[in-house]
């Protein structure tokens, strides 16, 4: 596998300091480790519930870009039903990413929809409506491809779309949520996601973290921005 897709700027940026880095890892495999006792048996109850529901895999695995542009790959729970033709959603991206797609409304409320409701699964909506789709990611904060807190990450041909200022977002660790999740996700453009990923870069600390960590929490309880 590539270690690196894309090559950044060489004048790298001060993000954070290191002490700060040693303690985030810290508090990432101390809060997965401590979670995963109690979610494994919910996460084997939800592979086999996505097996009866629809022809395919459990788990969907796709390479991701990541920290200084290093690629991984990362694991959800299938939502989308399995082999499908994924041309449109590429097209749809890559003209978000540019700030040529306008926003839909769905149950009164502006979001941005790459796919159509044909496309998920019946499991599949629950999963994203709860983001219980995201859990398998706890191993990619165990191998330290992600954090718990961090932008959120794209695909190659997601950032091959990229206007240069939005490369920033790439000099941090990918999280499973992050300062965006929190302030719309599917109902704000990318300009402002990548606004959002780019001031927590800038302004990253452990309060900050928890304080994104809690408002995630709260948010997908109330069932507020999945999809």
């Given at each position: 596998?590539?270690?690196?897709?894309?090559?950044?700027?060489?004048?790298?940026?001060?993000?954070?300091?290191?002490?700060?880095?040693?303690?985030?890892?810290?508090?990432d495999?101390?809060?997965?480790?401590?979670?995963?006792?109690?979610?494994?048996?919910?996460?084997?109850?939800?592979?086999?519930?996505?097996?009866?529901?629809?022809?395919?895999?459990?788990?969907?695995?796709?390479?991701?870009?990541?920290?200084?542009?290093?690629?991984?790959?990362?694991?959800k729970?299938?939502s989308?039903?399995?082999?499908?033709?994924?041309?449109?959603?590429?097209?749809?991206?890559?003209?978000?990413?540019?700030?040529?797609?306008?926003?839909?409304?769905?149950?009164?409320?502006?979001?941005?929809?790459?796919?159509?409701?044909?496309?998920?699964?019946?499991?599949?909506?629950?999963?994203?409506?709860?983001?219980?789709?995201?859990?398998?990611?706890?191993?990619?904060?165990?191998?330290?491809?992600?954090?718990?807190?961090?932008?959120?990450?794209n695909?190659p041909?997601?950032?091959?779309?990229?206007?240069?200022?939005?490369?920033e977002?790439?000099?941090?660790l990918?999280?499973?949520?992050?300062?965006?999740?929190?302030?719309?996700?599917?109902?704000?453009?990318f300009?402002?996601?990548?606004?959002?990923?780019?001031?927590?870069a800038?302004?990253?600390?452990?309060w900050?973290?928890?304080?994104?960590?809690w408002?995630?929490?709260?948010?997908?309880?109330?069932?507020?921005?999945?999809?």
């Amino acid at each position: 596998m590539e270690s690196t897709v894309f090559i950044l700027s060489q004048t790298k940026k001060a993000y954070s300091s290191p002490s700060y880095h040693f303690f985030k890892r810290m508090f990432d495999l101390t809060c997965t480790l401590a979670v995963l006792p109690f979610v494994l048996p919910l996460m084997a109850l939800i592979a086999l519930i996505i097996r009866f529901d629809s022809p395919g895999p459990a788990l969907f695995k796709q390479k991701r870009v990541g920290k200084n542009g290093k690629l991984f790959e990362i694991y959800k729970f299938r939502s989308m039903v399995h082999r499908l033709d994924d041309s449109y959603h590429r097209a749809f991206m890559k003209a978000f990413i540019q700030g040529q797609i306008d926003e839909t409304s769905v149950e009164g409320k502006k979001v941005f929809k790459p796919f159509s409701d044909s496309q998920v699964t019946r499991v599949g909506r629950f999963l994203r409506k709860t983001s219980l789709d995201e859990l398998p990611q706890l191993f990619n904060v165990l191998k330290g491809d992600m954090s718990l807190i961090g932008p959120r990450p794209n695909v190659p041909w997601e950032v091959e779309a990229y206007k240069p200022w939005h490369y920033e977002r790439l000099e941090v660790l990918p999280g499973i949520t992050g300062l965006a999740q929190i302030n719309g996700r599917s109902s704000i453009s990318f300009d402002k996601i990548a606004q959002y990923d780019i001031e927590y870069a800038r302004n990253q600390n452990l309060w900050l973290d928890l304080r994104i960590l809690w408002k995630t929490f709260t948010a997908v309880i109330e069932k507020n921005g999945a999809g």
